[in-house]
């Protein structure tokens, strides 16, 4: 069984900065790749940055030059630090790792959620 445990939201100013932790842990082999998406109200889940095990990152649009998604391996956690922050930022941001805890079998795991909350 595998956890996911993500922190760091909080309320911020437009323009504003937040950085979101993401630690991973219980029975883990290897982690393909580990992200953030995010969830407003009334809007579906979308992904916000992923980060794969080759060090390959891939970003929403709306974040490009803003945030920034980076790993530690050695303490199986996922960072995201965000500057400039918009109003529309404002989400759920959940981690997500797919994540090996078995030779061969791989699942998708989430976090419980952390609140973002950008005022203009």
């Known amino acids: 069984q595998v956890q996911l445990m993500d922190s760091g939201g909080e309320v911020a100013q437009s323009g504003g900065s937040l950085s979101l932790s993401c630690v991973a842990a219980?029975?883990?082999?290897?982690?393909?790749?580990m992200g953030w998406y995010r969830q407003a109200p009334g809007k579906q889940r979308e992904l916000v940055a992923t980060l794969n095990s080759g060090g390959g990152r891939v970003y929403a649009d709306s974040v490009k030059g803003r945030f920034t998604i980076s790993r530690d391996n050695a303490k199986n956690a996922v960072y995201l630090q965000m500057n400039n922050l918009k109003p529309e930022d404002t989400a759920v941001y959940y981690c997500?790792?797919?994540?090996?805890?078995?030779?061969?079998?791989?699942?998708?795991?989430w976090g419980q959620g952390t609140q973002v909350t950008v005022s203009s």
């Open positions: 219980g029975r883990i082999l290897s982690i393909v790749n």
């Open positions: 997500n790792g797919r994540i090996y805890s078995d030779p061969g079998k791989w699942n998708d795991y």
